[in-house]
């Protein structure tokens, strides 16, 4: 390797790191995002859903602190219409708070992102890394990045490991699927109903606590295309990439239904895609069963 390649190599690598601490930093003051602002704003996001004053909150935290970092050159997310940009490299998609809908009743969210080398809209092949964070009982973090998956607690604004090889459980016990029985397709209703006779329920309206289920316990989440939705509601670039990239890193696979999410290509920031993630041969079956 030729020491200019080294060096944009290393100032990748730094960049990366930046950004994951950044977003560690950041935990502490978007908890008190959620205490403090749990009130509607009386404005919606560019896809209509309604956003909570916490959202807005949590978005301007990361987006002041994540473009101050030299090598992030843009940063986008599910509550702006438009790429923020500067100067730098590398570009970071957000889901600043997932699962806001859970504020009211004071049940799980929590935080996506993710690093690309190429400005969304952008295919997830361009992921260099991904993860989530949940503001549960404790604030814990899972970050893809180069071929494996950790898990840290989130103390202070500091993080400490506590796992150093998430993979998905080969025995799967877990599912749970969005978007609600009467909106479903028949197929995907008569794949859920397999489903439901071998593995739990587990689904909170939290992305990122029902994705934490699959990690832990092995099994599948869905949010399907929807007989009156057919990308469904979770956004490519904000969640279904993202997260995608984690489950595949940790031996899992993901689907739109018919391909893994990380062949999908955008053509638009906000677009939605049906996600599918899980264990391999749940994943095989639920493509089987569209098909």
Partial sequence: MSKSLDTSTTETEQTVTE???TVVATTPDVRRAIADHRGQSN??????DDQLAADLRADELFEQRLLGIDGVATYASEERADVKTTDGRLHVAMDPL??????EPNSGMGTIFGVYSEQPPTVGTNLLAAGFVIYGPITSM?????GSVREYILEDGDKRVVDDDVTVPEDP?????GGGVDSWTD????YAEEVRHELKLR???????????VLTYGGIFSYPGLVSAPDGKLRTLFEGVPIAHIVETAGGASSDGS????DVEPDGLHERVPVHVGNQPLIDRLEAALA
């Fill in 259 to 262: 391909r893994s999410l990380l």
């Fill in 43 to 48: 404005s919606v996001n560019p896809t209509g």
């Fill in 19 to 21: 950004v994951i601490d």
């Fill in 173 to 177: 016990t877990v599912f749970g699927f």
């Fill in 142 to 146: 899972v970050v893809a990045r180069k």
């Fill in 187 to 190: 197929e995907f209703q008569s």
């Fill in 98 to 103: 997932d699962g806001s809908s859970n504020l």
């Fill in 203 to 213: 689904y909170g309206g939290a992305m990122v606590a029902d994705i934490n289920q």
